[in-house]
């Protein structure tokens, strides 16, 4: 939990040099606040992950609604004065709407995208084998697309899905995101994002 957190992991993280921003996720509007006032001033931001499901409402993701995405930042935001970044689902919802919406409520920036909805068959036995959520390369051109949607909102963007290489970086970065977050790639490769840095100022030396 938090103050597990808190008391045993944190303490070990801040000894590296570079930002620290926690992902936070709860089940209620409550919940999100409550974990970022306990975490206080002890890192640099919050990344408030609204792909959750909202228990109070049958479990539906907080993130298809920007009246509940617009609350967890308001409620965060009178907990804190450090960034505050919203990170977007784009399933079954608009991203640009939820982001407009989490924007007017006090939040700093938007990530995206998370995961999709994704569903694997047993062919050999003719029913469902696996519903997750999907990652990876095949989720870049959509996460490319809500991107650029939402560069029209001048606010910080932090890009990510389905990030391999610089090239593919370079691309969030044309889109119109201020930064770019890896995933999958670490699970495969954790140096890649040192190997991603170092080749990016090949296409650009000002990165």
Same mark, same amino acid.
Do not use: M, W
């Given at each position: 939990?938090?103050?597990? @957190? ?14 620290? =921003?926690?992902?936070?996720? &709860?089940?209620?509007?409550?919940? @999100? ?6 975490? !206080?001033?002890?890192?640099? !931001? =919050? ?61 700093? &920036? ?21 519903? #997750?959520?999907?990652? &990876? ?21 932090? !890009? #990510? #899905? ?20 890896? !995933? ?18 090949? =296409?650009?030396?000002?990165?």
């Amino acid at each position: 939990g938090v103050k597990k @957190f808190v008391k045993e992991i944190l303490p070990r993280i801040k000894k590296l040099d570079t930002k620290i =921003f926690v992902n936070v996720a &709860g089940f209620t509007v409550q919940e @999100f606040a409550r974990i970022v006032e306990e975490i !206080g001033d002890n890192v640099d !931001g =919050f990344e408030l992950n609204v792909s959750c499901p909202n228990v109070r409402h049958g479990g539906v993701q907080f993130g298809r609604s920007p009246r509940t995405c617009a609350r967890i930042v308001s409620a965060v935001r009178k907990k804190t004065k450090l960034p505050v970044i919203v990170k977007l689902t784009a399933n079954f919802c608009d991203p640009l709407s939820i982001a407009r919406s989490c924007i007017d409520a006090g939040a700093d &920036g938007i990530s995206l995208i998370n995961t999709l909805h994704g569903l694997a068959f047993d062919i050999t036995k003719k029913r469902p084998l696996i519903v #997750g959520g999907l990652s &990876g390369p095949a989720i870049k051109p959509f996460a490319l697309y809500c991107v650029y949607r939402l560069r029209q909102l001048k606010v910080p963007i932090i !890009g #990510g #899905g389905g990030i391999v290489s610089a090239r593919d970086a370079y691309e969030f970065i044309l889109a119109g995101a201020s930064a770019i977050t890896l !995933g999958s790639i670490c699970l495969r490769d954790p140096y890649a994002p040192l190997k991603i840095i170092k080749e990016l100022k090949k =296409f650009d030396n000002k990165l």
